[in-house]
């Protein structure tokens, strides 16, 4: 391995790393920042108008699960169908800069896309947000699966060899990063902005290295202040020094770096589904272009050409959209119950995505899956508290900035209203005027969860026509939820038994909603 491509790979390891370790620490101390501002206190003022808030009046376009379904299927079939094209396309340029002067026979571009294959499996995962023990079988199935496909064509020696050298790193890293519910939806993120930091460091050690070779007078008249010190500490502190500057130099086009990512995605260039998929291709095919590298030279780059497949097929399937407007479903919940809320939220809420809209007051138990770009750099920047609803006053500008358009890839997008303890109410009043059916989850309520009685009160006596779809368990109490609906429209709740919440009601809660 040459030592350029070492440090490549050097670089390619901490990056991933530093970017895990960064969504955890962000995700932590994102929730303390939101919790801190949730409770800060701010004077009431003279009330805006709800109605003023709500987008329009136009009819949703219907939609059912069967609709639903045949979205998920679709965009399935769009991850794999890119993923196919850019195992072969990649197979044809990585044999082609190997031995340019063999033949491409169908045999030998099957093997080798057959090897490239892999990244279409995370894929799925996000699509359909699979737990952490399926994602891993999953994958040991497809190590399974291909080593036994390898042994038509080689000794099992040879084909654990292949797989060992081809895809054990990018997929060893790649898993990590998906095992984590913070790394998996902040991480990708970071990785650009990591890369630059972690590569600036090595340009930093790299230039002490040529300056120290060079005996360079500037790096003699830093060292002469050190030379009292005792032993090796005056290298210590020469090469901290360097690395020092090096990240003060990296640091403001990291950030530049970080916010221009978190621009594009509010302007709708860089979906979220599609840059994490496109970043699992991008760190799969970096393992192939680095071992190229040696012998190809720059031509190596052209192993990121099959890229291009993933906005090329997304665009090409987009096909004409109805006109209309996309439902939008209301989510409230208890909270302080994180696990359930989460559970809700992978298998039924990124399912309704597929076909509509989602609004919901921003609480700390759910940031791990509704974080984004914008969220991520503008938490960095020390911004969040410009998020927030100060008075009533924002909560139509707020509501007028939701972006409520899909997304190339046919996803809709969550939009957030983050709130203090004095504007909440305000808020929803106005989340009720732009949505179509609301999901509440009241499972683990009690009397005193004040918030949620208030809540119901205010659906059960709401003007317009909604849709409530309500999760009870065990430990709900009955008595309290009748005494807050008995004043308003009892018949447009619809109860779901959900305490153990498990495939079948999750089915049965999707098809509540797109009744």
Not at 412 to 435: G, K, P, V
Request: hydrophobic share 55%; with cysteine; aromatic share 10%.
């Amino acid at each position: 391995m040459a030592p350029d491509t070492g440090k490549v790979y050097f670089a390619l390891i901490v990056s991933v790393l530093l970017s895990c370790i960064a969504a955890w620490i962000i995700a932590r101390r994102y929730r303390r920042r939101m919790q801190r501002l949730m409770r800060a206190p701010h004077a009431a003022d003279m009330a805006v108008p709800v109605a003023d808030a709500a987008p329009g009046n136009l009819p949703p376009l219907p939609v059912s699960l069967a609709d639903n379904r045949r979205g998920g299927m679709r965009l399935s079939m769009l991850l794999i169908a890119s993923s196919c094209l850019i195992a072969l396309s990649g197979s044809c340029i990585w044999w082609a800069l190997t031995v340019p002067g063999e033949p491409l026979t169908a045999g030998r571009v099957a093997v080798v896309a057959l090897l490239y294959l892999w990244p279409a499996v995370p894929g799925l995962a996000l699509v359909w947000r699979w737990s952490r023990k399926r994602l891993l079988g999953t994958m040991l199935l497809w190590c399974a699966a291909l080593f036994v496909a390898l042994l038509w064509w080689m000794s099992a020696r040879q084909a654990l060899g292949v797989m060992k050298e081809d895809i054990a790193l990018p997929l060893v890293l790649l898993t990590l990063v998906f095992l984590g519910s913070a790394t998996r939806t902040i991480a990708p993120w970071l990785f650009v902005p990591a890369a630059v930091l972690v590569s600036s460091v090595l340009a930093g050690v790299d230039t002490l290295t040529i300056m120290a070779a060079r005996e360079s007078p500037l790096l003699k008249a830093l060292i002469a202040p050190l030379e009292g010190l005792p032993g090796w500490s005056g290298v210590y502190v020469v090469f901290a020094v360097f690395v020092l500057l090096s990240l003060i130099i990296a640091w403001w086009p990291m950030r530049m770096l970080g916010r221009a990512l978190g621009h594009a995605y509010s302007r709708k260039w860089l979906p979220e589904l599609l840059v994490v998929f496109s970043g699992v291709w991008v760190f799969a095919l970096t393992d192939r272009a680095l071992t190229l590298s040696g012998s190809a030279g720059a031509a190596a780059f052209a192993m990121y050409l099959p890229v291009l497949w993933i906005p090329a097929v997304m665009l090409l399937a987009r096909g004409r959209r109805r006109a209309g407007r996309a439902p939008t479903l209301l989510v409230l919940r208890v909270f302080q119950r994180d696990k359930e809320v989460q559970s809700l939220f992978d298998h039924v809420i990124e399912r309704w995505r597929l076909s509509g809209n989602t609004v919901m007051i921003a609480g700390t138990d759910l940031a791990d899956r509704t974080l984004d770009a914008a969220d991520i750099f503008q938490f960095l920047d020390r911004r969040l508290a410009e998020r927030f609803i100060v008075s009533s006053a924002d909560v139509a500008r707020r509501i007028a900035a939701f972006d409520m358009a899909a997304d190339i890839d046919g996803r809709y997008r969550i939009n957030q209203c983050y709130c203090h303890d004095t504007t909440w109410q305000d808020a929803l009043q106005a989340l009720m005027h732009c949505s179509d059916v609301v999901l509440m989850d009241l499972r683990g309520f009690q009397a005193h969860n004040a918030g949620c009685r208030y809540e119901l009160t205010t659906l059960a006596q709401a003007s317009r026509e909604l849709r409530v779809v309500v999760l009870t368990d065990s430990r709900t109490d009955r008595t309290a939820v009748q005494e807050a609906i008995a004043s308003g429209r009892q018949e447009r709740f619809t109860w779901v038994e959900a305490s153990h919440f498990r495939a079948g009601e999750h089915r049965e809660v999707l098809e509540r909603l797109f009744a």
